[in-house]
């Protein structure tokens, strides 16, 4: 039975929904949901499956309730049942009649520019970038699997097709997959609703390498995330090369423990922001690409500004570019200013140089730089040593290693160590708090 008024809510949501997702995903996930009774006491909506009932409550939960009935214990007046198949009159296919996923889908898609030899190397990514070659060169063999995670636009992407590239170089015979979480996701649920999903998880377990690109849109999707998890194991057991990329390490992702520990099982990368001079050579490498001369100067310039991600460095070489092919003039800096305007990040945190900070923190406790640079132990020498690290990473945007190794060589955890505790005490010590004050206005001037 429908209540008519249930019905009409249920359509309304449906209407919003589709003015907010797209085409492909209410084709997907909320088309096939059909409200088969419904009253203010219960609405049933019957689902192909529990991957689409999970999608529209994790998705759409709250939004729900503006559109139908909520009991008196706050929840959806909401039940599901899972469509049985239907029974058609028509003998089904035989199965080799229908396209197999090995023959018709299969297509190695991989970015034709995401190759090591554009991959320019630094600090930053090295370790990441050495252990990617390993694998691309001995896939099963060396770690597995090799799990990179690292902030937005710093080239995990680009290594994994990389990897690709090269096993598939290399290895004709070898059946790769690079595909992205998202992606794995809509192909469980296309071949769940086409009746194929046998023959997708052959498809993926019978690969020798699976590219696996933002693992984390897998956080929340349990039933996928099982499904994921059995093909990780079967290709793991079989030395089937894997290597998965993430925006967070492992242990910060919201995964069963089963599968964090299984991706922690070969060798976890991280990739940092890349430093100074990475970022010059990436920013004439991609402009030299682009047949754009610009001098050191300038690179140095557009490296100094934007260091967040090389992303955005790409970005403002192809914003150079369209300027410099109009007006045919040699980039000064004051044009590559004037052109990046926009991209450029504001300007008072940059300049600030360790040596700056070193100097007025020498200046403000009485000790040498050198002390501070130093290895020295003595109580007064080791504070204002921390201050000057607190200051440093609060001051300067710049990857944690490349500051530290700025204090004689230190290491990011001594660098993370300092920042931490001067940071706890700054909450119950305001003496410390005005003195940091006072080296920062110094250290500002
Ligand atoms: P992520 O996947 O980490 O978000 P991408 O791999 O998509 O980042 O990289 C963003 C862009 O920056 C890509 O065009 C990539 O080629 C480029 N890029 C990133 N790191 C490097 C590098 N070390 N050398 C050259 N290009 C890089
Ligand atoms: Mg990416």
Redesign the pocket.
């Known amino acids: 039975m429908l209540d008519c008024e249930v019905k009409n809510g249920w359509l309304q949501f449906l209407e919003f929904i589709q003015s907010r997702c797209t085409h492909t995903e209410f084709e997907n996930w909320i088309a096939p949901i059909q409200m088969t009774s419904g009253n203010s006491d219960e609405i049933v909506l019957e689902v192909p499956n529990i991957f689409v009932q999970e999608y529209l409550l994790n998705n759409y939960k709250d939004l729900l309730r503006d559109f139908i009935p909520v009991r008196s214990d706050k929840e959806l007046a909401l039940t599901f049942i899972i469509a049985t198949p239907k029974k058609t009159a028509a003998p089904l296919k035989p199965v080799e009649e229908r396209p197999s996923v090995e023959n018709s889908g299969y297509e190695l898609k991989l ?1 034709p ?2 190759r090591f030899e ?5 600090p930053s ?1 090295q370790f990441v ?1 050495s252990a990617a070659l390993g694998v691309a060169a001995r896939p099963g063999k060396t770690y597995n699997p090799l799990f990179i995670h ?12 990389a990897i690709g590239h090269t096993i598939h170089e290399q290895q004709k015979k070898l059946k790769i997959q690079a595909i992205t979480t998202e992606a794995f996701i809509n192909d469980i649920v296309d071949s769940l609703r086409a009746k194929s999903i046998d023959r997708m998880k052959r498809f993926y377990r019978t690969l020798d390498v699976l590219l696996v ?2 693992i984390q849109f897998l956080q929340n999707r349990l039933n996928f995330e099982e499904e994921f998890c059995n093909t990780f194991e079967i290709l793991i057991n079989q030395n089937k090369q894997i290597i998965i ?1 993430s925006d967070k390490p492992p242990s910060q992702l919201k995964l069963s423990e089963r599968m964090i520990a299984r991706m922690e099982w070969g060798l976890v990368a991280h ?1 940092d922001i ?1 430093d100074l001079e ?1 970022r010059v050579a ?1 920013i004439k ?2 402009a030299e690409n682009k047949n754009l001369r610009i001098s050191n100067e300038v690179a140095f310039f557009i490296a100094e500004h934007i260091f967040h ?3 955005q ?2 970005g403002a070489i192809n914003r150079l570019c369209a300027h410099a092919r109009f007006q045919g003039t040699e980039l000064s800096i004051e044009a590559a200013e004037r052109i990046l305007n926009e991209l450029i990040q504001p300007s008072n945190q940059k300049k600030t140089s360790v040596e700056s900070i070193l100097q007025s923190v020498a200046a403000a406790y009485e000790v040498r730089i050198s002390d501070l640079k130093g290895e020295s132990r003595q109580k007064e020498i080791a504070f204002a040593r921390q201050v000057a690290m607190y200051l440093a990473k609060e001051m300067i945007e710049e990857s944690l290693m490349k500051i530290a190794s700025s204090f004689g060589g230190k290491t990011h955890s001594t660098l993370l160590h300092a920042w931490k505790k001067i940071s706890t005490q700054l909450h119950v010590n305001e003496d410390l708090g005005r003195q940091i004050q006072m080296i920062r206005r110094n250290i500002e001037k």
């Open positions: 970015n520019t995401y554009n991959f320019i190397e630094g990514n970038k690292g902030g937005v636009g710093l080239g995990k992407t680009h290594l994994l097709h690109d933002d990329t990739m890349p990475t990436i490498h991609k991600n090389v992303r460095l790409e």
